[in-house]
Nanobody, 116 residues
Framework: QVQLVESGGGLVQAGGSLRLSCAAS????????MGWYRQAPGKQRELVAM???????KYGDSVKGRFTLSRDNAKNTAYLQMNSLKPEDTAVYYC??????????WGQGTQVTVSS
């Protein structure tokens, strides 16, 4: 069984930065992709950033140029560096781990609040 533990959310002023971490533990094995989604109140969950096993990075249009996703393969940990934060980035951020035929896992979510 695989578990995801997220950390790093919080309250920040517009223009500030935060760094989210997501650590996978258990029978992780081969990772197809790992990254982050977010969901704001009243909105659908949307992709923030994703890193595939082939090292292909994909970012949501609204975060391109501001957010950077990286992964430490030895630690099975993904990091989301968020710079130039805007109030519209306020949401619950969820880590996602896709394991192919073995399914996918979601973290419990971490709140990011950006004040204007």
């Amino acid at each position: 069984q695989v578990q995801l533990v997220e950390s790093g959310g919080g309250l920040v002023q517009a223009g500030g930065s935060l760094r989210l971490s997501c650590a996978a533990s258990g029978s992780v094995g081969s990772i197809h992709s790992m990254g982050w989604y977010r969901q704001a109140p009243g909105k659908q969950r949307e992709l923030v950033a994703m890193l595939s096993g082939s090292s292909t990075l994909k970012y949501g249009d609204s975060v391109k140029g501001r957010f950077t996703l990286s992964r430490d393969n030895a630690k099975n940990t993904a990091y989301l560096q968020m710079n130039s934060l805007k109030p519209e980035d306020t949401a619950v951020y969820y880590c996602n781990l896709y394991l192919g035929l073995r399914g996918e896992c979601w973290g419990q979510g971490t709140q990011v609040t950006v004040s204007s």
